[in-house]
């Protein structure tokens, strides 16, 4: 599933692409992506300028001339396209948007569980989902306090605490169990028995986490590649992520793979121990 360093990298790639065009036509090939009424969808985005593409958390944010946004989650494998033709197209791309430079923009989503949503740019940030999400790594509004706080609120281990997007917003299975390692905090772990001192280390190392994995332009490890087609290179840096069996770079000892919140997750039976 695209995280927040992925869907960053698809933001900027569109932004690059089709920040300034207009949507001549909307064509959908499969209902259910659209929350809400397909007429009305194909309608309001008919003669749209994209201002700009935006993001909150894994949200892509379309923004519009017509004071509309398109709130787009590409959930596990959707992502966007840009081509000259739409024969360039394959079966998988439910949505073409016609774009007034002949090109063409294509939502591509194997398993179909994409959507996307229009909803006036003022209440783009006020839907359940999204009003929900807590601060984000590398804004003013992710602090060490209001992690501390966060936490100390939760009784679920920190690996679900820290998926669930409540306390921190953006961090998904690869990257919470990056963090994990790299704090030597036990992914099963009541999130409010995580230490003062392991929150102090914590904190700056998602931040320090969700940069790098931006400026690799994401992780890819089966599907994710961004708008221009390209694939991420953070998967080069993984420390503990799809690691089991080999040994912990820290301290030799064999990585593990346990279930987590449903997970798959992956830590050092050494490094990363159960508070006493």
């Known amino acids: 599933m695209p995280e927040l360093?992925?869907?960053?990298?698809?933001?900027?790639?569109?932004?690059?692409?089709?920040?300034?065009?207009t949507i001549t036509?909307?064509?959908?090939?499969?209902?259910?992506?659209?929350?809400?009424s397909v007429a009305?969808?194909?309608?309001?985005?008919?003669?749209?300028?994209?201002?700009?593409?935006?993001?909150?958390?894994?949200?892509?944010?379309?923004?519009?001339?017509?004071?509309?946004?398109?709130?787009?989650?590409?959930?596990?494998?959707g992502k966007y396209q840009v081509r000259a033709s739409k024969a360039d197209f394959d079966k998988h791309v439910h949505i073409v948007f016609h774009l007034d430079d002949g090109k063409f923009l294509g939502y591509r989503d194997v398993r179909k569980f994409g959507k996307m949503q229009l909803v006036p740019t003022t209440e783009e940030l006020q839907g359940k989902a999204i009003a929900a999400l807590g601060p984000e790594p590398l804004t003013p509004e992710y602090t060490l306090a209001a992690l501390q706080q966060g936490l100390q609120r939760r009784k679920k281990s920190i690996k679900a605490t820290l998926l669930d997007q409540h306390v921190v917003s953006g961090l998904g299975n690869i990257y919470v169990d990056e963090v994990l390692w790299r704090a030597q905090i036990h992914p099963e772990e009541p999130a409010n028995k995580v230490t003062e001192q392991q929150v102090a280390a914590l904190?700056?190392?998602?931040?320090?986490e969700i940069k790098t994995a931006i400026?690799?332009?994401?992780?890819?490890?089966?599907?994710?590649?961004?708008?221009?087609?390209?694939?991420?290179?953070?998967?080069?840096?993984?420390?503990?992520?799809n690691q089991e069996g080999h040994p912990c770079e820290r301290c030799g000892t064999i990585i593990k793979k346990i279930k987590v919140?449903?997970?798959?997750?992956?830590?050092?039976?050494?490094?990363?121990?159960?508070?006493?």
């Open 215 to 241: 400026a690799a332009g994401g992780t890819t490890v089966r599907s994710y590649v961004d708008a221009t087609g390209h694939e991420g290179t953070f998967q080069l840096q993984l420390h503990v992520y």
């Open 25 to 36: 036509n909307v064509e959908i090939y499969y209902d259910k992506i659209i929350i809400g």
């Open 5 to 21: 360093p992925e869907v960053e990298t698809v933001r900027r790639g569109l932004n690059s692409l089709i920040k300034g065009r």
């Open 261 to 276: 919140a449903g997970r798959g997750t992956h830590f050092c039976p050494q490094c990363q121990t159960l508070n006493p």
């Open 203 to 208: 904190y700056p190392i998602i931040n320090d």
């Open 40 to 77: 009305d969808f194909q309608r309001q985005l008919v003669g749209a300028k994209i201002l700009d593409i935006g993001r909150r958390a894994k949200y892509l944010l379309f923004h519009f001339d017509n004071n509309l946004t398109m709130i787009s989650h590409l959930r596990m494998e």
